[in-house]
T-cell receptor, first 115, second 115 residues
Framework: SAVISQKPSRDICQRGTSLTIQCQVDSQVTMMFWYRQQPGQSLTLIATANQGSEATYESGFVIDKFPISRPNLTFSTLTVSNMSPEDSSIYLC????????????FGPGTRLLVL | AQKVTQAQTEISVVEKEDVTLDCVYETRDTTYYLFWYKQPPSGELVFLIRRNSFDEQNEISGRYSWNFQKSTSSFNFTITASQVVDSAVYFCALSEAVSGSRLTFGEGTQLTVNP
């Protein structure tokens, strides 16, 4: 399976600021996904990012709040904009396995705390 | 709409006990995929298994086994002879062929294995 890394692994931010999270994959993948996991809760899909097209956002998530870039087949960024304490979560990126495109593998996650 | 229910919020067992984690799903699609992921305290999400809707064969991998029953819309996960390292949150997830790779997660089951 693909090896996925995320930066930063964790951060503490002040409300009103923005944070950009990076996701790097060691192989080319078509689809990348961004999920949010609020404290003690399950994972919720934020958006799907395909290279060369606009990200597709799920209900309840908007581009102004969570802009996503996908400049190539191995890299994506998610920005959490104008943060509030409610944005404190783990943010995870995932990719479809190139051999088994029905299975998603996840990065280690970025733990974000907003004060 | 797709939905995954993990009714067991927390389970606590003593080492070497067998434990079964329940997962019940809802979908209108005839082609779908079921998954189990493990999330240890470090936070990363580890893929355990994928099953497609046309394959009801049970699967065994070491101490892990999975029982997929379409008649009851269940995909249960059993750990035999549990170990302390099995302590984690376990998520069941579903994706439908019609909605692409969008994963819907259950709420997760926190498994604690005590020595």
């Amino acid at each position: 399976s693909a090896v996925i890394s995320q930066k930063p692994s964790r951060d503490i931010c002040q409300r009103g600021t923005s944070l950009t999270i990076q996701c790097q994959v060691d192989s080319q993948v078509t689809m990348m996904f961004w999920y949010r996991q609020q404290p003690g809760q399950s994972l919720t899909l934020i958006a799907t990012a395909n290279q060369g097209s606009e990200a597709t956002y799920e209900s309840g998530f908007v581009i102004d709040k969570f802009p996503i870039s996908r400049p190539n087949l191995t890299f994506s960024t998610l920005t959490v904009s104008n943060m509030s304490p409610e944005d404190s979560s783990i943010y995870l990126c995932s990719v479809e396995d190139w051999q088994d495109q029905e299975t998603q593998y996840f990065g280690p996650g970025t733990r974000l705390l907003v004060l | 709409a797709q939905k995954v229910t993990q009714a067991q919020t927390e389970i606590s067992v003593v080492e070497k006990e067998d434990v079964t984690l329940d997962c019940v799903y809802e979908t209108r699609d005839t082609t779908y995929y079921l998954f189990w992921y493990k999330q240890p305290p470090s936070g990363e999400l580890v893929f355990l298994i994928r099953r497609n809707s046309f394959d009801e064969q049970n699967e065994i991998s070491g101490r892990y086994s999975w029982n997929f029953q379409k008649s009851t819309s269940s995909f249960n996960f059993t750990i035999t002879a549990s170990q302390v390292v099995d302590s984690a949150v376990y998520f069941c997830a579903l994706s439908e062929a019609v909605s692409g790779s969008r994963l819907t997660f259950g709420e997760g089951t926190q498994l604690t294995v005590n020595p």
